[in-house]
């Protein structure tokens, strides 16, 4: 159970570099534990590809505790489902539009 950061912070995921290394070297389900504060940072653990999040505080001191709880449970679906579908590569140096570039009508001068 990697902590996402400081139990209770709500500070999100700091270091995703960290829990893509643990996935990969694991043979066991991997849940996110501490430190997850809002519906995005649920997703964005289950898009590296953990197998659950483990939360408490984020729901607990939310404003409307019940309207949180039904967001993360949202945000963990979102990313697993993302998970799942495969992203698409991530290009740093180059950018390949999906838009046909030929054959367009080309604006006036």
């Known amino acids: 159970m990697p902590l996402a950061s400081l139990i209770g912070s709500g500070m999100g995921i ?5 829990i893509e290394l643990i996935l990969q070297r694991c043979r ?4 996110v534990d501490a430190g997850v504060g809002t519906a995005s940072d649920a997703t964005i653990a289950m898009e590296l590809g953990c197998d659950g999040v483990l939360m408490n505080t984020a729901i ?3 404003s409307n505790p019940l309207l ?6 949202l945000g963990v679906e979102a990313g697993r489902k993302a ?17 046909p570039t030929e054959g367009v009508i080309a604006s006036r001068p």
Do not use: C, E
């Not at 949180?68 to 449970?73: E, L, N, V, Y």
């Not at 998970?83 to 838009?99: N, V």
């Open 60 to 62: 607990a001191k939310a």
């Open 83 to 99: 998970f799942l579908a495969g992203r698409m590569p991530k290009k740093i140096y180059s950018a390949s539009p999906s838009s």
């Open 68 to 73: 949180m709880a039904q967001a993360m449970k």
């Open 14 to 18: 700091l270091n995703p570099w960290n």
């Open 28 to 31: 066991v389900p991997v849940i």
